[in-house]
């Protein structure tokens, strides 16, 4: 074995510790937080335990806490279950949604609330109540009968019926009881499974049994189908669940969206909606985790909200929609903005000022508007006004649906941006924004040509007033200025495209041009659209856009170059040729960008995402659940920490 096997070794071995500690912890913190649920304590929301359940499943799907329910208090009689009580498979957004719907393409969707309570088995015997059970461990629970009876909604005696088997719903306290009698309980879930499992049943009667399940264990099965069903709970006197049938799932999709408006009118509470097929599959209902059925949960991460304005926000020379609805919650902040991308997606959405629309905030993405709430009766529509002109140099706008920009290569706002995000990208440090403003303003530097033509002369009126210039006395903030400015005469061929601030072009886009055959500036300056669209990363749009960049800074693109102003460094391989490497969160011994630039200098490239393919994710939270963790364990992809990078290196 070599040494870089040796290495590889121990980097796998701390990677499954790492990954072994994570899991361990998991495990007691989900059995922690079961135990505290079903005593009716529960410490956390649903949200949040959803979110330690989906990582365990994430790095150990084998797992058997996942194939568990939870456990009764011990404080009661134990009976079995008519119906097995499992754990549902569940979709947290509309894209894990769509992915379970292309396997379960029904004809249509029954869809109901799934009810934020206890869950409670009645079963009957010739159609007289025998016993009343719990969830408990999901085959086995608490007999509560002498609480049940006296709970809303259960029916002790089924009128001419000698029905035989369960009955399943789904115990709730409505929010007139829990704000009356039990303000000082977290929830009405909390207080709900406190109350059913008190030993002298005080309180029961403040509790109400909502049904949606049944079925029979001799006999016939009164019902033909999941509708049936309900009807059949309905006419022995039940309280039923809302049933909505919807032809699709994108249907689905929008009637979730309008209930995660609605619910809050309602007297109880829901965490989401269970989607079923017509036809009863009892046996897949009778798995531990049934699977042609999902629930569709309501998440943290998303919210409704009333669209009021939309703003224009100009970066250089494009303008990008903004908008701007009364203020939701989502995932622990309070969200107030959100990006509408372009006016191809404000047409396809239909979005409108005064529209309903869905806000999500998932993982480390920004707020964005995915959807609209069908109109409601009364609601007052306003088209959003788009802009026509630009506002600094009056040119008219093109709009070309992905992207509404200024096509005046002249203005002197898209200029300033440009010279801005050279000067980021390239990394001079030390040419500050507020320096490249002044510079700019006073017409001293106007393109990326005059940025190396400055001197330290030309800098030091804006470091000292004229009284020390008069005395000679030299500045140090120009020269230091100046030195950076000449420490950068040095680039890579990717960073020198990025720097001219075309749209949607950065490093990573251009390292994939590279890699794609178009390694000189001769050859991607001679690149047609067609050639480029084919390259991975590019699509028809950015060819046409990167295409278009360059024809516009072309002169100044070979004036750098063919004067000596700069000198284009050419990839040469290294220890990182043919990997990969994306940073997450803070470095201890570098910035990011200095250690992005060791990958290339090393002949690696460097990932703004997690995707399949790449060598490593570079973390000092390598235990973490953020996205990107999630996503580089689900891809089998390393992770490693910064010094672990370091050790690449040597």
């Known amino acids: 074995m070599d040494l870089f096997d040796i290495d590889e070794a121990a980097r796998k071995s701390d990677e499954k510790l790492s990954s072994s500690k994570r899991i361990a912890e998991l495990e007691k913190l989900i059995a922690k937080y079961q135990k505290s649920y079903y005593d009716g304590e529960g410490e956390i929301s649903d949200a949040e335990f959803d979110k330690l359940w989906d990582e365990l499943k994430l790095l150990d799907p084998s797992n058997p806490i996942l194939h568990k329910v939870g456990a009764d208090s011990g404080n009661f009689a134990k009976a079995p279950h008519v119906m097995p009580m499992g754990s549902q498979e569940k979709a947290a957004s509309p894209e894990e949604f769509l992915e379970w719907a292309q396997k379960h393409n029904y004809p249509e969707y029954l869809v109901e609330f799934k009810l934020d309570g206890a869950s409670l088995e009645l079963q009957y015997k010739d159609g007289r109540l025998l016993r009343a059970v719990t969830r408990g461990d999901g085959s086995v629970g608490d007999v509560i009968t002498d609480n049940a009876v006296k709970m809303q909604g259960v029916v002790p005696v089924l009128e001419n019926s000698n029905f035989t088997g369960g009955i399943r719903g789904e115990v709730i306290m409505t929010h007139y009881v829990h704000d009356k009698f039990f303000a000082d309980k977290a929830n009405c879930r909390n207080a709900a499974n406190g109350l059913m499992k008190r030993k002298d049943g005080e309180g029961s009667e403040n509790l109400t049994l909502i049904c949606y399940d049944v079925w029979a264990t001799e006999g016939d099965q009164p019902f033909e189908d999941e509708e049936g069903k309900l009807s059949f709970l309905r006419n022995k006197g039940f309280n039923t669940v809302k049933l909505a049938i919807c032809s699709s799932a994108e249907d689905v999709i929008s009637y979730r969206a309008r209930i995660m408006e609605e619910r809050k009118n309602l007297d109880y509470d829901i965490d989401g909606l269970v989607i079923k097929e017509r036809v009863v599959n009892h046996e897949d209902a009778s798995r531990a985790r049934p699977d042609r059925q999902i629930a569709f949960k309501f998440s943290l991460e998303e919210a409704v909200s009333i669209l009021r304005s939309v703003e224009w926000n100009e970066t250089g020379a494009t303008y990008t929609p903004v908008a701007v609805f009364d203020p939701v919650e989502l995932n622990g902040t309070t969200v107030r903005r959100a990006s509408l991308v372009n006016t191809n997606t404000i047409n396809s959405l239909g979005v409108k000022i005064g529209s309903r629309v869905v806000v999500v905030k998932r993982g480390e993405i920004i707020p964005k508007i995915m959807g609209v709430v069908e109109v409601k009766d009364g609601d007052v529509l306003d088209e959003i006004p788009v802009p026509s002109r630009c506002s600094c140099c009056g040119s008219s706008l093109i709009d070309e649906g992905t992207r509404l920009y200024c096509p005046n290569k002249d203005c002197s706002k898209k200029i300033l941006h440009r010279l801005l995000k050279w000067v980021s990208v390239v990394d001079i440090r030390d040419l500050g924004e507020t320096l490249v403003t002044e510079l700019f303003n006073t017409k001293k530097v106007t393109s990326i040509t005059d940025i190396y033509s400055l001197t330290v002369e030309d800098l030091t009126p804006y470091f000292l007033d004229e009284e020390s210039i008069k005395k000679e006395k030299k500045s140090l903030g120009a020269q230091k200025v100046f030195d950076s400015i000449q420490a950068h005469r040095k680039i890579s061929l990717s960073k020198f495209i990025a720097g001219f601030d075309i749209e949607g072009v950065g490093e990573v886009v251009v390292d994939s041009l590279i890699a794609g055959g178009f390694n000189s500036l001769e050859k991607?300056?001679?690149?047609?659209?067609?050639?480029?669209?084919?390259?991975?990363?590019?699509?028809?749009?950015?060819?046409?856009?990167?295409?278009?960049?360059?024809?516009?800074?072309?002169?100044?693109?070979?004036d750098l170059v063919e004067n000596g102003v700069l000198d284009i460094v050419e990839s040469v391989a290294g220890k990182f040729t043919g990997k990969s490497f994306c940073f997450t969160g803070e470095l201890n011994t570098m910035k990011r960008a200095d250690a992005q630039n060791l990958v290339k200098e090393n002949g690696g490239a460097v990932k703004s995402s997690v995707v399949k393919g790449l060598s490593y994710l570079v973390t000092n939270d390598t235990s973490s659940g953020s996205s990107k963790n999630r996503k580089a364990a689900e891809l089998g992809i390393p992770v490693i920490n910064e010094q672990q990078f370091l050790e690449l290196l040597k």
């Open 524 to 558: 991607i300056l001679g690149a047609r659209e067609e050639e480029i669209a084919s390259v991975y990363r590019f699509a028809e749009i950015t060819a046409r856009t990167l295409v278009s960049g360059l024809r516009e800074c072309e002169s100044e693109i070979r």
